[in-house]
Structures are given as structure tokens and as C-alpha cells.
T-cell receptor, first 118, second 112 residues
């Protein structure tokens, strides 16, 4: 069974600084996908970034990058130049292989509440 | 945005009453999911569907049933609501041929 662990229930960062949100995962599959979602106070789930387990380069999307360390089973989210609008809950998630005949659902961590300070 | 709507968006109901939540999508995605979100747990899978009339249980399915009679609609039913089912419910869809899972706006359900 897959498991996602986010050990930081809350984080604070100064505006314009970079912040790293930790995510470790556990799976016996060789092929999998890793995701980060943002959930602002309004409640919607916003997709941020995706990393495939066979992708050799770390994924980047604007100010978001995913620090993927496969051997350590970690997939940390790095937000550069934090903005006040980045204050939100952030979820790490994993999908099992599409070829497995499974539900293809996402398994989520418990989330990290990020607060950006002015 | 996969054109996912959920109804109702907010509902307050009493213990023991039946409740049905609706998820509607416009993108013809094959897979549909119901998750619940509770503090400290992230999102957990309740039920999912991999086609019309094809459904299966997820991690926290007790007390819930689902139906999918059309590709675009996925219904979640609480046969007899309990206070432990107070939660935010998210519907999601997945086309199956790329990686992104799309989420609806959520339904906040309170069982008193």
C-alpha cells in the first residue's frame, strides 16, 4: 500500500523568501506519479506540479519546483520568492501505476499549512 | 478545469436522514472519484468509478454507496447520515491517458 507523509503541519516564511515543504512516500511500485496540490482558504484543490518516477529531471512550473530524490523516496516542493497569495494548505499525493489495473486514485498526505508573512 | 460541478455546495442535515451528493462532469472522463477531507487526514477515497455502472470501494467506504448511470454523473449517497460523516466531499475525474486528476469545488456537509 502506498503512503504519503508530510511531517510539517505548519510552516511560516517571509515574503520573497524561498520555502521547502517536505514530502516522503512509501511504495513498492517502480512506476508512479507524484503530485502537489494547493488548497487556499476558499477550499478548491489547485494542481501545482507533477513528477513521474522515471522523469530524470526535477519538475518545474514557474515558481514551483519539485525536488525529487528517488532513492530517499522524497518529493519536496520548493516555492521560490514567496508571495502573500501562497498562504494555503499544500498536499502531496501519489498515484500508483496506470498499468496496474487499479483505481488510479491519488493517495494524499495530511498537508502542510503555509503562512507567508509580510 | 474539467468542468466539474458538485451539488449541493453546502448542506446541513440531521442524523439518520439520507443524503445524496451529485457530481457532474462535461469532459467525458472515464474515471470518477469521491473523496472526503477531514482535518489531519488529507483527502481519503470513499468510492470510485471506472465506467458507467462500474464502481468499487475505496479506503473509507463504510456508510456510503455510489451510482453511475451516465458517464457524466456520479452520485454519492449516505443512506443514514451520522455525525462522523460531517466533512468536505470532493469529486474528482481522471481521463486515464494523462496524469492530471481534476477536482470539483467540494461540498461541505454537516450532520447534526
Amino acid at each position: 500500500a502506498q503512503k504519503i507523509t508530510q511531517t510539517q503541519p505548519g510552516m511560516f516564511v517571509q515574503e520573497k523568501e524561498a520555502v521547502t515543504l517536505d514530502c516522503t512516500y512509501d511504495t513498492s511500485d517502480q512506476s508512479y506519479g507524484l503530485f502537489w496540490y494547493k488548497q487556499p482558504s476558499s477550499g478548491e484543490m489547485i494542481f501545482l506540479i507533477y513528477q513521474g518516477s522515471y522523469d530524470e529531471q526535477n519538475a518545474t512550473e514557474g515558481r514551483y519546483s519539485l525536488n525529487f530524490q528517488k532513492a530517499r523516496k522524497s518529493a519536496n516542493l520548493v516555492i521560490s520568492a514567496s508571495q502573500l497569495g501562497d498562504s494555503a494548505m499544500y498536499f502531496c499525493a501519489m498515484r500508483e501505476p496506470i498499468s496496474s489495473g487499479s483505481a488510479r486514485q491519488l493517495t494524499f498526505g495530511s498537508g502542510t499549512q503555509l503562512t507567508v508573512l509580510p | 478545469d474539467a468542468g466539474i460541478t458538485q451539488s449541493p455546495r453546502h448542506k446541513v442535515t440531521e442524523t439518520g436522514t439520507p443524503v445524496t451528493l451529485r457530481c457532474h462532469q462535461t469532459e467525458n472522463h472515464r474515471y470518477m472519484y469521491w473523496y472526503r477531507q477531514d482535518p489531519g487526514h488529507g483527502l481519503r477515497l470513499i468510492h470510485y468509478s471506472y465506467g458507467v455502472k462500474d464502481t468499487d470501494k475505496g479506503e473509507v467506504s463504510d456508510g456510503y454507496s455510489v451510482s453511475r448511470s451516465k458517464t457524466e454523473d456520479f452520485l454519492l449517497t449516505l443512506e443514514s447520515a451520522t455525525s462522523s460523516q460531517t466533512s468536505v466531499y470532493f469529486c474528482a475525474t481522471f481521463a486515464g491517458d494523462n496524469y492530471e486528476q481534476y477536482f470539483g469545488p467540494g461540498t461541505r456537509l454537516t450532520v447534526t
